[in-house]
């Protein structure tokens, strides 16, 4: 049996009625010794998506499935890639769809730069938008503020695992790729952006990251509370400021002497 470069992991909680949409965007990459197809029920509950998930584990056993209990977002994901025999790794959101340029782009490009550990490129909204969602490189200081990388990406196995995969213990799902791009940006990961539409996003009511927005500075203090990220904290607040001051340049003050004692305490 061939070993495939790439293992598209596919994570899907009662999202049947687009899983076959999902699946069938990855199949239109013709090069089909290139990769593999792992599919992860995390417990469904509705009908029409088990239904969905029988017939693909009897019709097409070109698919890995895994079923599994209703374990969160990171569990799925990470016992997806557990399972994957690929160097390299997309994950996606089984209510999305993937472009055959970024199997190809991300294959190329991770197979030729030994340097590189994760592609990112651009998404065309669909559903209840329909605009390009426009990615850009990576750049540390932004990514701290916001993320704009969205988990559909490239990177390879190995610097998932060196990493320890992503964090099953966040308090809320939603923000587990802003976490994993923050610790890979820490340890000196490097990112490499292309500037092409990679990955359909379909945009609806009640999505989980809207959901997560909501609840933002939960996530964020458990983000920067670790060990890692931990320094990063104060080094956020104050481009904050600097961001603040920017737009108000008539900022009082007594903000100005924070801004100033935070730079002083960052050495920068």
Known sequence: MHKPFLSIIITCYNLGEFLQEAIESVQEYCNIQEYEIIVVND????????????????????????NQPNLGLAKARNNGIKESKGEFIIILD???????????????????NQAIDVVHGNAQNFGNKNTVW?????????????????????????????????DENMPLMGFEDWDLWLRMGNSGCQFKYVDEIFFDYRVRDHSM?????????VLLNY??????????????????????????????????????????????
């Open 94 to 112: 089984a209510d999305n769809k993937l472009r055959p340029i970024f199997l190809e782009k991300t294959i190329e490009i991770l197979k030729n």
């Open 223 to 268: 983000i920067f509370s670790k060990k890692e990220l931990k320094h990063l904290y104060y080094f956020r607040e104050c481009l904050i400021e600097n961001k603040k001051l920017k737009e108000e340049p008539s900022m009082n003050r007594i903000t100005k002497i924070i801004l100033k004692k935070l730079k002083r305490k960052l050495n920068f």
């Open 134 to 166: 426009q990615s850009k490189p990576f750049d540390f200081k932004e990514m701290l503020l916001n993320n704009y990388i969205d988990a559909c990406a490239g990177f390879r196995k190995s610097t998932w695992e060196k990493l320890g995969g992503y």
């Open 43 to 66: 417990g469904s509950t509705d009908a029409l998506t088990n239904q969905i998930i029988e017939l693909i584990s009897k019709n097409d056993l070109s698919i890995t499935l895994i």
């Open 209 to 217: 990251l809207s959901d997560a927005w909501k609840k933002r500075d």
